[in-house]
């Protein structure tokens, strides 16, 4: 839309695997408005913390339609999930896959 990052909101569904690879399925909010699904992959050893987070292409249609850069969205995407800027399903807490060692 703008050369501004949009504001966007992280909510994970579910997270399923281990402290090694785990499958992340979630939905994330654009300023507030709209709402899409998308899925991740975290690996959390071999070279440290890495997210790939993948978009349907109806998801990056849409966003297209919408005015946004579906790649932009996917790097702030990954950002926010690395960084834990997200919310959780009651019952999750961000210890679940933790590297205990």
Do not use: C, W
Not at 3 to 22: C, F, K, R, S
Not at 34 to 61: D, H, M, V, W, Y
Request: zero cysteines; glycine letters at 12%; charged letters at 25%.
């Amino acid at each position: 839309m703008e050369d501004d990052p949009p504001n966007l909101d992280v909510h994970i569904i579910g997270i399923g695997g281990t402290q090694m690879a785990a499958k992340i399925d979630g939905t994330f909010t654009l300023d507030g408005t709209l709402k899409f699904p998308f899925e991740a992959i975290a690996f959390g050893r071999i070279g440290g913390q890495n997210i790939g987070a993948k978009l349907s292409e109806s998801t990056e249609l849409g966003l297209r339609e919408a005015g946004y850069d579906p790649d932009e969205v996917v790097m702030q995407l990954q950002r926010s999930l690395l960084q834990g800027d997200l919310t959780l399903p009651e019952g999750l807490s961000r210890e679940t896959f933790a590297d205990d060692e």
